[in-house]
């Protein structure tokens, strides 16, 4: 039998810590990425080694993989701390990393993989093929790309898998082009510690001073949603598809993962042959997953199918997830409200409203009677008010109380070695196998009646177990053998498949560094490319750097460069673009301002792109 050539695909999941990193591999996840202890993106979301490593020891099982991010730009009293953790996540089963700091193809590292963050910038195929050359071994892509981009990024550098993220929260700014948040509170977004600029109120203020919007969340944008385009990714080159989220809770992640899992299932299944899934088992969801259920600011494709339509993709009335409109505000009095509803309501419900000001706000909901909704606190809304569900305590209790199982079929055969021994084999979906022979305490002797359905009993209970039986060939005849001499045997088998699924799982390396890989942005680095240290430095520097600047967080210069770069146009989402007639109503520069933050918008028509600046007070 020749080797498959079906394309392996990958759900990747987001996951805070080690369990819901299993949750996620439990609902159906390919891999899963997890913070490591330093040097995450998410600073709130580190992790020891050794709970990386329980996760990995999970995942494996059933041939998913486990990323560890070490994303952050790494300063230089840092680069030996990083070394050994990167040995020691390579100790703990950890499949690869994913960084940001080029510093890190220079470490004194084992060889495991590396993956290029989206922190590094991946927006076109100049940078994808320097990236590919320099060694790395996959490459997550700018959320920012269409579907023409990513097909001519695959086409440049076909040996390399592309990821690119599928759902969850946006970044304005393009992912590792972003200093906003260090520049106006002195917290690294390259460091991890982003303090949400982008998800402030703003007012937006034209070169005159006169005010044209007040209060408006005009960088905030809405959640990523791809669910609908998946075979159009796959087509242009995709093979891992990532879920943002790793500050999420078990169900959230349990919610998406099972939602894309399907989605993934139906396209493999359709696909003719074309694709697999990366990994191997049967999961039992116990729950019927839907993603507009989770947090969820509005949905958005974002620039996938090309350019941008006039609105949609900004959530301007809040950062939060306001939900589905449930009903109408008819009255409100210090112990209820009334209102009329369009779907009944259930105690626990979050609930919430926009104020007379325009702000949201919400109220956990301790009791609804009808159409009279008890709050958990005195609340005053206007009669008339549109109410959001965002939190619906029925679909979290179902995902909570979900007996979620992943298994994997094995297959076994149960042989005889008269006068006394038993053999049994099991060989698991994946291809896994081990045996295991016992002998009993005396000779077998002939039953007196059928005996296969009784043996077949014993041999399918491994509900304790990551298994399910699949196909089971009894050769053992019409010989009595001890139930529990059958079941030591069982279990002895399982815990030999364990061992030997541990053995033979398959680890990737690194791939090599190419000498002549030509830098993609020219000869001079600036502020934007984010070198921190001196490994990075000499990366550069051997591939023809002739001027190197620093990054803004080790002191280098962003007087004259901006702080936000963003695809996203403020003036196309509020209806006013350049190229339109309405654009000239609106005399530049036009500058956001939200408390001490005020930010300076140059729009570059041509290259359709908005740079922000930091103006200071």
């Known amino acids: 039998m020749g080797k498959s050539t079906a394309t392996p695909l990958e759900l990747l999941a987001p996951a805070r810590t080690a369990d819901t990193a299993i949750a996620a591999v439990t609902a159906g996840a390919d891999a899963v990425y997890i913070g490591a202890s330093s040097h995450g993106a998410r600073r709130a979301a580190a992790n020891s080694v050794a709970e990386i490593g329980r996760a990995a020891e999970f995942a494996h099982r059933f041939g998913a993989r486990i990323y560890a991010t070490v994303n952050t730009i790494v ?44 922190q590094c910038d991946i927006r076109d195929v100049a940078k994808a093929r320097f990236l590919a050359d320099a060694g790395f071994s996959r490459l997550v892509l700018a959320r920012e790309l269409s579907l023409k981009e990513i097909a001519e990024i695959h086409a440049a550098v076909p040996q390399t898998p592309l990821e690119a993220f599928i759902h969850g929260a946006l970044c304005v700014s393009y992912s590792g082009d972003c200093r906003a948040s260090f520049v ?75 939602a894309y899992s399907r989605i993934l299932d139906r396209l493999v299944s359709e696909s003719g042959g074309r694709y697999v899934r990366q990994s191997a088992g049967s999961v039992s969801l116990g729950f019927s997953p839907s993603l507009e259920k989770s947090f969820n600011r509005g949905f958005t494709p974002y ?68 159409n009279r909704l008890f709050p958990a606190s005195p609340q005053t809304i206007p009669a008339g008010t549109a109410l959001y569900r965002n939190r619906d ?34 060989t698991d979906e994946r291809g896994v196998s081990a045996s295991v022979v016992a002998t009993l305490d005396s000779p077998l002797q002939t039953a007196v009646t059928p005996q296969a359905a009784p043996r077949r009993k014993i041999l399918d209970k491994l509900g304790a177990t990551v298994y399910h039986a699949g196909r089971i060939v009894d050769l053992a005849g019409d010989y009595f053998i001890p139930a529990s001499a059958l079941a030591s045997l069982r279990r002895d088998c399982v815990e030999a498949l364990e ?5 033979t799982y398959s680890y990737s390396y690194r791939l090599p560094e190419k000498p002549d890989a030509g830098l993609p942005q020219g000869s001079v680095l600036t502020v934007h490319d984010n070198v921190a240290n001196r490994l990075a430095r000499e990366f550069y520097s051997d591939h023809g750097a002739s001027a190197i600047g620093s990054a803004v967080e080790t002191g280098g210069d962003n007087s004259q ?29 036009l500058t956001l301002i939200s408390g001490p933050v005020r930010l300076r918008a140059d729009f570059d028509c041509q290259a359709c792109r908005m740079n922000l600046y930091h103006v200071g007070e």
């Open 561 to 589: 460069a901006p702080v936000m770069t963003t695809r996203y146009c403020l003036r196309r989402e509020l209806g006013k673009c350049l190229r339109e007639p309405s654009g000239k109503e609106w005399k530049g520069p």
């Open 184 to 258: 106006t509170t002195g917290r690294s977004a390259n460091r991890g510690e982003c303090a949400q600029i982008c998800r402030l109120p703003f007012d937006l203020v034209d070169g005159s001073g006169r005010q044209l919007v007040s209060g408006r969340h005009l960088l905030s944008l809405r959640d990523l949603n791809r669910s609908s385009v998946m075979p159009e990714l796959a087509g242009a080159g995709v093979t891992s598809f990532k879920i943002e989220g790793r500050l999420k809770d078990d169900a959230y992640v349990k919610n998406t993962v099972g």
């Open 75 to 118: 300063y230089d009293d840092e680069i030996r701390s990083v070394e050994r953790l990167v040995g020691e996540l390579y100790r703990a089963g950890v499949d690869a990393l994913i960084v940001q700091d080029m510093a890190l193809l220079r470490m004194d590292l084992p060889p495991i993989e590396l993956h290029a963050s989206t």
């Open 393 to 426: 305590k029925n679909f979290d209790d179902q995902i909570t109380a979900a007996k979620t199982r992943r298994t994997l079929a094995v297959d076994m055969s149960l042989h005889l070695r008269l006068p006394d021994r038993l053999m049994l084999e099991m």
């Open 499 to 503: 061992r030997a699924s541990r053995m």
């Open 303 to 370: 620039f996938l199918i090309g350019r941008a339509p006039a609105k949609g993709m900004a959530s301007m009335a809040s950062p939060k997830a306001i939900g589905q409109k449930i009903g109408t505000v008819t009255a409100c009095n210090a112990k209820f409200i009334t209102a009329r509803l369009d779907a009944p309501l259930a105690n626990g419900d979050g609930l919430g409203f926009f104020t007379p000001a325009g702000a949201f706000t919400g109220f956990r909901l301790n009791r609804a009677d009808g």
